[in-house]
């Protein structure tokens, strides 16, 4: 008798425990629907903000084969060659091994031309290491280009909660003390 009040005494804690902790759940729900941040994805996604690196991409028609790229690349996975000379000149070759590339963006940062950008292109997956060397004259048709940079609110450039410092006036010339003997 004793084990059998013992029982249904656990059992009813158990429901009241669940009971409270649903409680708690469901006021937290209903007072901060605001914050609920899940998606049902793959049928819903998130925006990218402006400056999220996805996948690099180069636009070989505008690409002229300058090799700054290719240059700055601290783990040399960029190769690019090219043909005809000044802004006429274009590539024959561009492919990235992306499984060397850590995403630096300094290729993009130093391309002439912004041939070269990041897209906001994150679903992307290789069945095959040897997939990841992308060869870019075999993509003529250029995805669409995240926002450029002067359109990234400045505010949001150094981060959101980032005080912007003043510019420092400019500090007027000293003047000479003329010396006595003159
Ligand atoms: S993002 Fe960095 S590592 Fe990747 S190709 Fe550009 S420079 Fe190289
Ligand atoms: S820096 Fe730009 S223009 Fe120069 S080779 Fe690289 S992608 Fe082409």
């Given at each position: ?90 590539a ?11 995403w ?50 400045e ?5 959101k ?22």
């Amino acid at each position: 008798m004793h084990a059998m009040k013992r029982y249904i005494k656990d059992v009813v804690d158990g429901f009241v425990t669940v009971l409270v902790g649903m409680t708690v759940t469901g006021r937290e729900f209903m007072e901060h629907k605001e914050r609920v941040t899940t998606l049902e994805y793959p049928k819903h996604s998130k925006e990218m903000p402006p400056r999220f690196r996805g996948m690099l991409f180069n636009d070989v028609e505008k690409c002229i084969a300058c090799l700054l790229c290719a240059r700055d690349c601290p783990v040399d996975c960029i190769e690019v060659t090219g043909y005809g000379k000044g802004k006429a000149r274009r590539a024959d070759v561009f492919t990235i091994d992306f499984n060397k590339c850590m995403w630096c963006n300094l290729c993009v940062e130093v391309c002439p031309v912004e041939s070269l950008y990041m897209t906001h292109e994150y679903e992307v997956t290789f069945r095959d290491r040897r997939d990841m060397f992308v060869d870019f004259m075999l993509y003529k048709q250029a995805p669409p280009r995240p926002l450029a940079l002067e359109q990234v609110p400045e505010q949001q450039a150094v981060g959101k909660n980032a005080k912007i410092p003043e510019p420092e006036p400019e500090s007027e010339p000293v003047k000479e003390k003329p010396s006595p003997k003159e």
